[in-house]
């Protein structure tokens, strides 16, 4: 058994303390006292856990915490703050894609985050372009590019590697990268021999996943996180990205620990501009937005849907998620239940609106009557629809897994092939013919029918009273099974109502903040953690992403983790 | 000019500049006389199955004397060199027809290892890669639906920007004239210095991995177990390029070039961002297919798997002669029934995929391998995870072709009258069989195809 994995155990530190005379004067996980228990009490604190003391967590209350791997997009800016100011291009380009699946919609799940020749190829291929890159001259590195020192190198080494690790360095890791480095010099010079260090380094488990090893509790306990550790949760959280200077010195300072400071340190990071950004990869991924902008609609059917409608679809999403979620102009309730929504002038004369007279966005009422939110929204719309119908499947199926969180089944083996549109007849009636037959009404009627009650919208996601066959729009519709969200209703602004007011809408949402936070599927020991996320407050109609994210940062989930 | 400002110029040409035409003369050098059986495969993939009820695909008529139908007319002048079967069918769990029919299929149910990896680990080669996976307008990301290759569990992912593609495969080679390789005996030792430093930073992710999988739990420490075995992997892959570089007579493929001309002036697709279409869908594949003859004829690798979009793909056909430009693939294959316009132009998109499949039966045949062609060393498979277009399990398109006489080709198949048809894991273990690779189990059978020699 390793002695650190023990050590750290108990509470005895011993590892950090050995890395403090490098000018860490670190917090480990053994200083009892640092953090007064409980002091962080909000939403589901426990505060049971005192600093690198293990201990046990209520039922439904755990902190699990598989092993993550850096994802492109965080592999990425992690890569571009690690070297500021330089232009490395595309680097996530020669490396396989993330994991994605049918329930685990986001691309940071750990379970999916499998490792294959071609990861190692391309994490190769891009250390190897961007270490040529930052040898070129003495800029990062302070050495000369053909003649510099070992000592200089020496003197560049340890700060690199502690940025790009996340955690002091150990004297070990410093003398296995500088064995290396020696070695490659003998061959190739000092310049090769650089670049082998930095190639190293960035292909390190220590830069490539998010390592915890220093709270490591023992099996079915819990510990605290080291500062470190912590800031690191919070700067991938937040930002999707490494920590910065000051967050580090939050850490190395111990003021981490000050539930103050930490509430600080989330308000500077939800600041700046890569909170946004982080977060708008999250909405995109969450209500599937990258697809909108390559729609493509019959001509002949939808003459006005240009592929620059289609690019400001997705705009306008983008633009009422931040506002509404992020930029303190709304709320989560808002997502369901806006009256408005943001447009241009183009986007406006499009939807037959009032409003803008410009290429910017602004928020744009919508006709009385129609309380839609997203469902509303042309990037909803047009998306889950063909070219040339709508697709209350599609649309149906999309509310079920987006908003409410349920996991359809698949279809049974052997189910007769569903019948074809003709296109003269109506969504409704395609519907009731598939569902006459019971294998495929066990599923669709959990589906269609909310569909169907948004038939006001569309293919191309305009508003319509009357339908193919000329007759008004029939907008009844349905949620089975659906819990407090259950019941018929008539048009989108009925269901939009219905779904904006469910507590199972409200815990869907929790759901995948927590899924993209934790980069995990929930189960039932984050109970605690998923119950703090989805309580109603007060102040329903201003909780937003940021106020989520406090409740998340804050809770023992966050800042403990469980073995 | 070393080969090393070469690759840069090449490189920073974004590929463009450097043209030869592929002469079947450069090829015969690397042919192992005597040694004519069997020794690559090649899965090529093509979504949405068939139009079961219509004649446009499945062949009519005996096992010798069999007529195709419309769209599959298009094989007429190879149809001696192929097998075409019907009554074959994704014989694994069904599940969802779009996240699990592929994977199921390729896995034979595991979700670990899919067939072209089995064979790949079976067939031990001295190729330098174990398998190559090609893609034309295929995800960046994975989702299940869009890969069709998996080791160990983890997706493998088809490269969809032919210049990534060429340099993966030809790396410090690529646009370096003459044999051996590389002439330049000082540029040549400076490559393997460099070959060497890769490896010894390798070697130290090796020791990191080690290191760190001591310190986390059980679980995590399977990960990073992984990792460390993925490293040792390519570290392997590594070892034979370099050596590749030092043959005076390696098996010669020429002067490695990528013919990217019929691209000049366009978008150089560079993997589809979730489910795109790709306007220039033809020309990106007939480079993509090149370069897969290329890569045999070099003997880079003895398996690869050739990917066009995904399932459920939102691939559009603008660039093909049909009515209904902004349809996509899969609607095509739920919808052809709603107008003649829609059946018709389904049969120009699949008369098209045939015509891709023929051009590259028609490549390999025209390179020289020993005693025969390329096509006698290779077994190319149609495939395709369903059959009906939307979207059954049963009665999927697969059609054999080349492998030297492996299998009598100029032949139908029809296993649809024997029982219910055969699970498509049979004709599986017959690949495996044939390329020397013996599984005793895939999928839970342990048989092959009968009637296919």
């Known amino acids: 058994m390793n002695p650190r994995f023990l050590l750290s155990g108990v509470g005895l530190a011993l590892s950090l303390g050995s890395v403090a005379c490098d000018g860490y004067v670190s917090a480990p996980p053994g200083q009892a006292g640092r953090q007064p228990p409980g002091s962080l009490g909000t939403a589901g604190s426990t505060g049971a856990a005192l600093p690198g003391v293990a201990t046990t967590l209520p039922s439904g209350c755990d902190a699990q915490a598989p092993l993550r791997r850096l994802t492109n997009f965080e592999y990425a800016r992690t890569l571009q703050d690690l070297f500021p100011g330089y232009d490395l291009g595309q680097t996530g380009k020669v490396i396989p894609g993330d994991t994605t699946s049918r329930e685990l919609i986001f691309d940071n799940q750990a379970t999916l985050q499998g490792v294959s020749a071609q990861h190692v190829d391309g994490y190769g291929k891009v250390a190897e372009r961007v270490a040529a890159l930052v040898t070129v001259d003495a800029k990062l590195t302070g050495c000369e590019p053909t003649s510099g020192s070992d000592d200089c190198f020496r003197t560049f080494l340890k700060p690199f590697v502690e940025r790009a690790f996340r955690h002091p360095a150990s004297a070990d890791e410093l003398a296995r990268i500088t064995a290396n480095f020696a070695s490659v010099k003998a061959t190739l010079g000092f310049q090769e021999a650089e670049r082998a260090a930095i190639e190293r380094v960035l292909q390190s488990p220590q830069f490539l996943y998010r390592l915890e090893p220093e709270s490591l509790p023992t099996a079915g306990k819990s510990t605290t996180l080291t500062p470190y550790e912590l800031a690191t949760r919070l700067s991938y959280l937040v930002w999707g990205s490494m920590p910065d200077t000051e967050l580090v010195a939050a850490a190395k300072s111990g003021a981490l620990a000050e539930p103050d400071a930490l509430a600080a340190q989330v308000t500077r990071l939800l600041r700046d501009a890569r909170a946004k950004s982080n977060f708008d990869y999250l909405f995109e991924q969450w209500l599937n937005l990258r697809a909108v902008p390559n729609l493509n609609k019959d001509?002949?059917?939808?003459?006005?849907?240009?592929?620059?409608?289609?690019?400001?679809?997705?705009?306008?999403?983008?633009?009422?998620?931040?506002?509404?979620?992020?930029?303190?102009?709304?709320?989560?309730?808002?997502?369901?239940?806006?009256?408005?929504?943001?447009a241009n002038r183009a986007l406006a004369d499009y939807y037959g609106l009032q409003g803008p007279a410009s290429d910017a966005f602004e928020k744009v009422p919508l006709p009385a009557g129609r309380t839609l939110g997203i469902l509303g929204q042309g990037a909803f719309a047009a998306l889950y629809a063909t070219d040339k119908t709508t697709h209350p499947i599609k649309r149906g199926a999309f509310v079920r897994m987006r908003l409410l969180c349920d996991a359809l089944p698949s279809p049974p083996a052997n189910v007769p092939p569903a019948p074809e549109f003709t296109g003269t007849e109506t969504a409704r009636e395609l519907s009731v013919k598939h569902r006459a037959a019971a294998t495929c009404a066990a599923c669709h009627d959990l589906i269609d029918p909310i569909g169907l009650g948004l038939e006001n919208l569309d293919a191309?996601?305009?508003?319509?009273?009357?339908?193919?066959?000329?007759?008004?729009?029939?907008?009844?519709?349905?949620?089975?099974?659906?819990?407090?969200?259950?019941?018929?209703?008539?048009?989108a602004s009925e269901l939009a109502a219905k779904l904006g007011g469910s507590a199972k809408v409200r815990a869907c949402v929790a759901k995948q903040l927590f899924r993209f936070g934790f980069g995990r599927d929930p189960g039932p020991s984050d109970q605690c953690a998923l119950g703090a996320l989805a309580a109603p407050t007060e102040a329903a109609q201003t909780l937003d992403y940021r106020a989520l994210l406090r409740r998340l940062v804050t809770s023992d989930a966050f800042r403990l983790r469980t073995n | 000019m070393s080969s090393t400002l070469n690759r840069r110029r090449l490189l920073s040409a974004a590929g463009f500049a450097l043209t030869l035409p592929l002469l079947p003369s450069l090829a015969p050098r690397g042919a192992r006389a005597a040694d004519s059986a069997v020794k690559r495969l090649v899965l090529w993939y093509q979504p949405d199955g068939d139009m079961e009820d219509k004649p446009y695909w499945f062949p009519k008529g005996s096992e010798d004397n069999f007529q195709l139908g419309q769209a599959s007319a298009v094989l007429e002048p190879i149809k001696s060199d192929c097998i075409f079967v019907h009554g074959v069918h994704n014989g694994t769990p069904a599940g969802d027809c779009h996240s699990d029919y592929m994977p199921n299929m390729q896995t034979g149910g595991t979700r670990k290892d899919s067939i072209d990896q089995l064979i790949a680990a079976g067939l031990r080669s001295s190729s330098a890669f174990p398998s190559l996976e090609f893609g034309v307008a295929t995800d960046r990301e994975a989702t299940n639906g869009g890969r069709l290759s998996f080791k160990a569990g983890v997706p493998l992912a088809p490269e969809a920007d032919p210049n990534q593609m060429f340099l993966n495969i030809f790396r410090d080679r690529a646009g370096s004239a003459g044999t051996p390789a590389i002439a330049d005996p000082q540029a040549l030792q400076r490559l393997q210095l460099l070959q060497t430093k890769r490896q010894s930073v390798l070697d130290g992710v090796l020791v990191e991995l080690n290191e760190v999988s001591s310190r986390v739990n059980q679980e995590d420490k399977l990960r990073l177990d992984a990792h460390a075995s993925a490293v040792r992997d390519f570290e392997k892959t590594l070892t034979a390029l370099n050596g590749r570089m030092a043959e005076s007579a390696p098996a010669d493929c020429g002067t490695p070039v990528l013919d990217v001309s019929s691209l000049a002036g366009q978008q150089v697709w560079n993997g589809a961002l979730d489910n795109q279409s790709v306007p220039n869908l033809d020309k990106i594949a007939q480079v993509q297919q090149d370069l897969l003859v290329l890569a045999l004829r070099c003997d880079m690798a003895r398996v690869a798997t050739f990917m066009y979009n995904r399932s459920l793909s939102s691939q559009t056909f603008e660039f093909l002669p049909i009515v209904n430009k902004t349809t996509i693939s899969h609607m095509f294959a739920?919808?052809?029934?709603?107008?003649?316009?829609?059946?018709?132009?389904?049969?120009?998109?699949?008369?098209?995929?045939?015509?891709?499949?023929?051009?590259?039966?028609?490549?390999l045949k025209a390179v020289n391998d020993g005693a025969g062609t390329l096509l006698d060393s290779t077994l190319l498979v149609w495939i395709c995870e369903m059959g009906l277009g939307s979207h059954q399990p049963t009665n999927i398109p697969f059609v054999i072709a080349g492998g030297g006489g492996t299998f009598r080709t100029g032949r139908f198949l029809d296993y649809a009258g024997s029982g219910g048809g055969e699970p498509h894991m049979k004709l599986y273990l017959s690949l495996a069989q044939s390329l020397g690779v013996s599984l005793s189990d895939f999928g839970g059978v342990s048989t092959g195809l009968p009637g296919l020699t």
């Not at chain 1, 009273?465 to 729009?473: A, E, F, H, Q, S």
């Open chain 1, 299 to 342: 001509l002949q059917r939808f003459p006005r849907f240009t592929s620059e409608i289609a690019r400001l679809m997705g705009e306008e999403t983008r633009t009422f998620l931040q506002r509404t979620l992020f930029d303190g102009q709304g709320g989560v309730p808002d997502l369901l239940a806006a009256n408005f929504t943001y």
């Open chain 1, 460 to 491: 191309a996601g305009i508003w319509r009273d009357t339908d193919v066959d000329g007759k008004p729009v029939d907008a009844a519709g349905e949620v089975l099974d659906g819990a407090d969200a259950t019941g018929a209703f008539v048009g």
């Open chain 2, 334 to 363: 739920h919808t052809w029934r709603i107008s003649p316009e829609m059946e018709s132009d389904f049969v120009v998109i699949k008369k098209w995929r045939a015509s891709m499949f023929l051009k590259l039966v028609q490549a």
